[in-house]
Structures are given as C-alpha cells and as structure tokens.
C-alpha cells in the first residue's frame, strides 16, 4: 500500500458557486488537488468513491445539514480519521460551533474567512490526519511483522523459510514483494509474491552488487529492471533493504514498492533484520546437520562382510533435514569365526550425539576384538561411558552369532528386542539389561538359535516408534509386515520395511540390520 505524500486531495462542499470558487482558489493555490460537490448526498458518495484527504464542508446546504454530513463521515469506520472542517456564514454562534465540533468536526472556521485562515487550517489538520494514519498504519505493519517473524522462524526448512518470508512481506506491505537470499552452499534462491493473496513462488536468481553492509542493514532504491522478478508498480522504485549478519555470508534481501514505505523503512529495515538472523540459524542448522550425517555415514561400515551360511543387509536412514541428527549406529563384522553383530542409539539429538555414537561403536569393537563375550564388552562399555562420558546414555543391542549352527549369544542393554521370523510366527526376543551409563547389575548373556531359513532383525526406535502412538503399535506393525513375506532379496526387504513403517518426513534417524540364515 502506498504511503501518501504530497499532495493532498480536499473536497470542497458548498452549494454556493461564489463562495466555493473562493475557496477552492485559495485551495488549489496553496498546492492542494480540489474536488468539488454542491449537497451533502454528493459529497457522501465522492468520500466513498475518492481517496479524499480533507473535507471542507459548508454547514447550510440544500439536501441536509453539514452537521449530519460530518457526523455519518465520521460514523463510517472506513473514515472515521477523516478531516473534516466546517465554514459557515449564518451558523457562527459559540453554540453553533461547539455543536458542529462535538459532532465530529476537527475545525470550524466562520465567515467572513482570509485564505491565510483556511490555508493553515487546513495544514494543521492535515499535519495531525497524516501523523495518526501513519501511526495506524505502523501498528498494523508491526503486529503483521510479529505475525511473519513467528512464520519464518517456523519454517522446516530454507526454501519455506523464504516462501513464509516473501508472503509475510506482501501482507506486512499490501503489495508485490521479493526476498533474496543464499543457502549456505552459495546457491541463491528468490522468493516472491505479486500480493497479500498470491501464493509465493520461488526460482534460482542472483541480485547484482549493491551497496550492501559488511555487517547490519541498509536502505536504497533501485529502479525496477534491477529487479525483473514482479510486475511493480508505474513511475515506482524499489525499495531495497539488505541485511548481513556476519561479513563471511551473503546478504538478505527484503524488496518491495518504494513508495510502500513509511520515510525512513523502519518497518522494512526491521523485516529484514528478522529475516536475516532465521536465514543465519537456518543456515548454521544445516551445515551442522551435514556435518553430523557426514560423520556418521563415515563412521559405519563401508561395506558388509561376505558370510558362508547368511545373508545379510542394512539400511541406515538420517532424519529428514529440518530434525536434528540422532545417534544411531550399528556394526557388521566377522572376528574369529563369529560375526559380530551390534545395533545401538545414543540419547540426544545433535552433533554430540553423533561423536558420542562414533566413540561407542570403536570401544565395541575394541573389547570384541580383545575376545569378551556380549555381557563383558557391554559392562566394560558402560564403565568407559561412568568415567569418561558421565551424563551420557546409550542403547545397544550386541550378539555373537555361529553362522554354521545359527547360534546366538546376546546382550541387550536397553534396547528395542530384535525380531526372529521363523515357520510363520514372529517372535520378540525379550531379553534386555539397564541402559547404558547407569550404574546397575547386568544380566547373563541370552542364548538362542536362528533355524535355518529363519530371518532376524535388528533396528532402532526411528522405525517403529511415532509421537502419536504407543510403541505396541509399532512392534505390531513391525511384526504384521515382516509376516506378509521376506522379500527373496534382503535388500529390498528392508526398503519394505522403510516404506511401510515410516512416512515420508522421518523425524528421528533409522537402523536397520536383516540376516537371514540359508
């Protein structure tokens, strides 16, 4: 919406042809657009028709009394600011002003009336009408801006950040609005809305150069070809606020009419300020969570071992971008006839998780390679975990397994029972221990055997666990789609288990481990 400036359009109301050429005269000198009608219903409609700034209205006119013409201009919510200011040759009484003043009038002039009288009038009105529409106006860009910080901050990810950015700004504005900026790869990316009920669309575009800071915010104008993103409106520049958070980033672009802004775009500036530090935690989120899956994907094993006598596959999933990064971790490996299987989650959600989990998963293998059965690496785990990681908690799921005979030797610390399909049933083994990092007693190791034919899995929470249901739902489901069929290859089996259990934004990262022995 444009912020108006000079100059002001006055209606003049007054059914007299003399009188009224005078005043629009004295008018129409002093700088202001005149518009003129000669009964109050016509001066109601053109209030309604124009965008009118004052109303000069003579109190005895043909059709009503300026008294009621005032009072339903003021009784109009849509005008209720409006200026209005009475001149009258007969109503000139103190009685008659004070009663056209408390009929909502801002000033009342009477005849015989000097063009130095009306002009100032008329500029002081005008001084107070502009000063309370631009207050409202900022109050109502404010508690919009409040509306869009929430918005943005939201956002799960980049690019509905800027969408939420670009649309905030059409509403906060009332007009097309642009917002630019770059992820944390350099990449940038435009968001733009043509207004306030237009949907934001988005698009791959780089801004030229500008003036903008090393760090904080500027203002300039651009003309309209520096940005061939919308259609913006004739004889308008585009007001541009720019926002950098740190020297080393991109700036943030906030775009839109110039003539939109209050003088000085302190609503604009302020936008862009928000928009700039959730683009900042956006950005710093990301390369955190990259840095995260990077670690763990080169923390796990590369590759599976070949072993005679089973078949084996694992899928491990990250959570989706805008959840931070979990914990989860688990191992394939042969030592000395036996493979070692392991499965685990450290407690948390972030970077720390991830080292923790990296630092867990050698000290396993370590003490496994040192020839300790599961219950031992577990207890020696847990001791490392009391003196060097304090405060830290783990689940894990370790076992030995004979690939000749299917035997198996299991300790399970906390964690979720793996699952056995064997002749049709799906049995939980239900073995399990105290986490790990607490100081209590463990229970001796779990034997078992896996028939030939039979297939075992292994998995972490992200699987089957969901905030809006309880976790007997979840080894339901587990255990109805593991029943519908082993897919012949492994792999695909797990991709199974992938689609049908989880959807398709993963708010925690996923494990999984299939063996099958043949």
């Known amino acids: 919406m444009r912020v108006q400036v000079d100059p002001a359009t006055v209606l003049v109301v007054d059914d007299n042809p003399t009188k009224r050429y005078l005043l629009v005269s004295w008018l129409s000198r002093a700088g202001y657009t005149i518009v003129e009608a000669e009964t109050g219903a016509e001066a109601l409609v053109m209030v309604d028709a124009k965008p009118i700034d004052l109303v000069v209205l003579d109190v005895r006119l043909p059709d009503m009394s300026g008294f009621d013409v005032c009072e339903q201009i003021k009784g109009n919510p849509k005008h209720a600011a409006l200026p209005v200011v009475h001149v009258s040759a007969h109503a000139v009484d103190v009685s008659d002003r004070a009663h056209g003043l408390n009929r909502g009038a801002d000033a009342y002039l009477v005849e015989p009336i000097e063009p130095e009288e009306l002009v100032a009038t008329a500029q002081a009105v005008l001084r107070y009408y502009r000063a309370r529409k631009q207050a409202e106006l900022l109050a109502q860009r404010m508690a919009l801006l409040a509306e869009t910080t929430l918005a943005i901050n ?37 968001a733009t809305s043509d207004g306030p009920e237009q949907q934001p669309t988005l698009r791959q575009w780089t801004p030229e150069p500008g003036r903008e800071p090393s760090v904080g915010t500027s203002f300039r104008s651009d003309p309209p070809e520096a940005w061939p993103l919308l259609a913006w409106p004739e004889n308008d520049e585009v007001g541009v606020a720019a926002t950098r958070i740190r020297p080393d980033r991109p700036a943030v672009y906030v775009a839109v009419p110039a003539s939109y802004n209050i003088p000085g775009a302190p609503v604009l500036r302020q936008l862009a300020q928000a928009i700039a530090a959730a683009v900042e935690a956006q950005r710093s989120y990301d390369e955190e969570h990259r840095i995260a899956i990077t670690l763990q994907r080169s923390l796990l094993p590369r590759s599976l071992p070949i072993v005679a006598g089973l078949d084996l596959a694992r899928r491990y999933e990250p959570a989706s971008a805008h959840t931070e990064i979990g914990g989860d971790f688990y191992e394939l490996t042969m030592i000395d006839g036996r493979l070692l299987v392991a499965i685990g989650d450290v407690s948390g959600h972030s970077l720390h998780a991830a080292t923790v989990m990296a630092e867990l998963r050698h000290a396993l293998r370590a003490y ?92 972490t929470d992200g699987l089957i666990e969901r905030r809006e249901a309880v976790i007997d739902e979840g080894f339901s489901a587990l255990a109805g789609v593991a029943l519908s069929g082993i897919d012949d290859r492994l792999d ?27």
């Open 154 to 190: 939201s956002a799960p990810d980049f690019l509905r950040l800027l969408e939420a950015a670009a649309s905030g700004t059409a509403k906060i504005f009332e007009g097309p609005a642009a917002v630019v900026t770059a992820t944390g790869d350099g990449d940038f990316w435009a």
């Open 368 to 459: 496994a390679v040192d020839g300790h059965e599961p219950g031992a690496v577990l207890t020696r785990i847990n001791h490392l975990m009391l003196t060097l990681l304090p405060g830290e908690v783990a689940t894990v799921c370790l076992m030995f397994i004979d690939p000749a005979s299917g035997h198996v030797q299991m300790a399970n610390a906390g964690h979720l029972p793996p699952l056995l399909i064997a002749d049709g049933r799906a049995t939980y083994i239900e073995e399990r221990g105290p986490l790990l990092g607490l100081r209590a007693d463990r229970p001796a190791d779990a034997e078992f055997v896996v028939p030939p034919g039979a297939t075992l899995v292994l998995y």
């Open 492 to 518: 695909d089996f797990c991709d199974r288990l992938l689609t049908e259990l989880t959807g398709p934004e993963m708010s925690d990262d996923i494990a999984v481990i299939a063996l099958r022995r043949l």
